[in-house]
T-cell receptor
Framework: NAGVTQTPKFQVLKTGQSMTLQCAQD?????MYWYRQDPGMGLRLIYY???????DKGEVPNGYNVSRLNKREFSLRLESAAPSQTSVYFC??????????????FGPGTRLTVT | AQSVTQLDSQVPVFEEAPVELRCNYS??????LFWYVQYPNQGLQLLLK??????LVKGINGFEAEFNKSQTSFHLRKPSVHISDTAEYFC???????????FGAGTILRVKS
């Protein structure tokens, strides 16, 4: 049982390049989330998917797109990377769709640098 | 909208001393409250959460937190810390519908020998 896995672990992009961050969970969870972590700002929600087939914007969605490929996988795409998107990106999952108070399980993170 | 303020960005403490990490929140509706821990180069792990009931919540690794509704606080405490407690600690809230977390900026706990 690997929990939440993310690929890649590290990535360096040039401004304007695109890339997709991959996230998968093997816990049969319904809800999945993408956060970014910046120093002094904690984690901020980019997008989330309450259940397979649905996605919704979080606090900082601009410059990102997501795809809930199936119940296990939730990808985050940067179409045209900008230096302001340099951050550590975390994927998380939780059991029940829309159940407040449900524990979120986090992946190990992807450290992205945009030059 | 909800917001979370962690009052200390860094807390240095000697091993075996007690520690308190402070968290205040603001919300116009009732919330659920969480503390997560992040060890270096790892993801976040849930320490404890308050949903309802007793205002004193016990978590893993000997941590506990007290929900104070009148002061809108949810401070984290441990009576005796270990070197292995060195990590960053995040306070978070979610409203009673949906499960979107709003995090504080984090407090780095540095335990010194």
């Amino acid at each position: 049982n690997a929990g939440v896995t993310q690929t890649p672990k590290f990535q360096v992009l040039k401004t304007g390049q695109s890339m997709t961050l991959q996230c998968a969970q093997d816990m049969n969870h319904n809800s999945m989330y993408w956060y970014r972590q910046d120093p002094g700002m904690g984690l901020r929600l980019i997008y989330y998917s309450a259940s397979e087939g649905t996605t919704d914007k979080g606090e900082v969605p601009n410059g990102y797109n997501v795809s809930r490929l199936n119940k296990r996988e939730f990808s985050l795409r940067l179409e045209s990377a900008a230096p302001s998107q340099t951050s550590v990106y975390f994927c998380a999952s939780s059991v029940e769709p829309g159940l407040a108070g449900d524990e979120q399980y986090f992946g190990p993170g992807t450290r992205l640098t945009v030059t | 909208a909800q917001s979370v303020t962690q009052l200390d960005s860094q807390v240095p403490v000697f091993e075996e001393a007690p520690v308190e990490l402070r968290c205040n929140y603001s919300s116009s509706v009732s919330v659920y409250l969480f503390w997560y821990v992040q060890y270096p180069n790892q993801g976040l792990q849930l320490l404890l959460k308050y949903l309802s009931g007793s205002t004193l919540v016990k978590g893993i690794n000997g941590f506990e937190a007290e929900f104070n509704k009148s002061q809108t606080s949810f401070h984290l405490r441990k009576p005796s810390v270990h070197i292995s407690d060195t990590a960053e600690y995040f306070c978070a809230v979610s409203v009673l519908y949906g499960n979107k977390l709003v995090f504080g900026a984090g407090t780095i706990l540095r335990v010194k020998s």
